[in-house]
């Protein structure tokens, strides 16, 4: 971890942080924790996609990291500081405390883009409503990707994931953002180290169609988020529990901005 990232860890324990100790910073730690440590009503918008706990399967998958006929997968080892597999349960409740903690940070006005994946457990689908529900679940958008590899005779090749718009009552969208459709075919994430990103046009979706100012991404992995937030003129706050993953979208947002010419917001050194 960089000495920046230890300060950050620090700071964010204090009883009083200040917002900027936060902004366009990558911080190492528990999503929860930090969340808790900001003020209620911070953050205009967030846009994530968590663990999707994949390797927790009755099927011949990734199932208990054994690998099955998907030995190659980049996710077979889990994330750095996240094995991904948890009891289904303990994941529900855990993904639901994290929801819980983006609703209280988010403003009257903010919303959540929350990417998710179905998938067949057991024979039947398991459609994540047990993670959502109680939370104000605006809509569901479809994000289409390209297909992929589909060893289960039982059903068709899944070649889309979802995206829950979890939206406070004031939310809305930008000018003429309501024109665009509820389904976004927008191609996988390529030459990326992370085990499981997405696109960087994925999340400026989510983000050019509103008016909001501070993205957050509690599971910032690699740092997409920044990066999609940096290119439409928005400031950033990112949370990972891997030391790793923030160095790694440390470095990617620093090349980034050096071949962009963007603005060098996240790389002042705050006291």
């Given at each position: 971890?960089?000495?920046?990232q230890k300060d950050m860890s620090l700071s964010v324990s204090r009883e009083s942080p200040?917002?900027?100790?936060?902004?366009?910073?990558?911080?190492?730690?528990?999503?929860?924790?930090?969340?808790?440590?900001?003020?209620?009503?911070?953050?205009?918008?967030?846009?994530?996609?968590?663990?999707?706990?994949?390797?927790?399967?009755?099927?011949?998958?990734?199932?208990?990291g054994r690998g099955g006929k998907w030995s190659n997968a980049a996710l077979m080892n889990?994330?750095?500081?996240?094995?991904?597999?948890?009891?289904?349960?303990?994941?529900?409740?855990?993904?639901?405390?994290?929801?819980?903690?983006?609703?209280?940070v988010l403003k009257e006005d903010g919303a959540i883009f929350y990417n998710h994946k179905?998938?067949?457990?057991?024979?039947?689908?398991?459609?994540?409503?047990?993670?959502?529900?109680?939370?104000?679940?605006?809509?569901?958008?479809?994000?289409?990707?390209?297909?992929?590899?589909?060893?289960?005779?039982?059903?068709?090749?899944?070649?889309?994931?979802?995206?829950?718009?979890?939206?406070?009552?004031?939310?809305?969208?930008?000018?003429?953002?309501?024109?665009?459709?509820?389904?976004?075919?927008?191609?996988?994430?390529?030459?990326?180290?992370?085990?499981?990103?997405?696109?960087?046009?994925?999340?400026?979706?989510?983000?050019?169609?509103?008016?909001?100012?501070?993205?957050?991404?509690?599971?910032?992995?690699?740092?997409?988020?920044?990066?999609?937030?940096?290119?439409?003129?928005?400031?950033?706050?990112?949370?990972?529990?891997?030391?790793?993953?923030?160095?790694?979208?440390?470095?990617?947002?620093?090349?980034?901005?050096?071949?962009?010419?963007?603005?060098?917001?996240?790389?002042?050194?705050?006291?």
């Open positions: 971890m960089s000495g920046k200040n917002m900027s100790d936060f902004i366009n910073r990558n911080i190492a730690g528990d999503c929860i924790k930090v969340m808790s440590s900001m003020p209620p009503g911070s953050i205009d918008l967030i846009v994530t996609s968590p663990p999707y706990n994949l390797k927790n399967s009755t099927g011949n998958g990734m199932k208990d889990g994330y750095a500081d996240h094995g991904d597999n948890m009891p289904h349960d303990e994941y529900v409740a855990w993904q639901r405390k994290c929801l819980t903690a983006m609703m209280r179905w998938r067949v457990q057991g024979g039947l689908l398991q459609d994540r409503s047990d993670i959502v529900e109680g939370f104000p679940v605006r809509q569901i958008i479809i994000w289409r990707r390209k297909g992929g590899i589909n060893f289960n005779p039982g059903y068709f090749l899944p070649t889309y994931e979802v995206v829950y718009l979890i939206a406070k009552p004031k939310f809305k969208l930008a000018s003429k953002a309501n024109a665009l459709g509820d389904v976004w075919e927008i191609g996988q994430e390529l030459n990326n180290p992370h085990p499981a990103p997405f696109p960087v046009a994925f999340a400026e979706r989510c983000i050019g169609a509103t008016e909001a100012k501070l993205i957050l991404d509690p599971f910032m992995g690699s740092g997409t988020t920044a990066l999609a937030a940096l290119n439409l003129g928005r400031e950033y706050i990112g949370v990972d529990i891997a030391p790793a993953y923030c160095e790694m979208a440390d470095q990617r947002i620093k090349k980034h901005v050096a071949q962009t010419k963007l603005p060098l917001l996240q790389l002042e050194e705050k006291p």
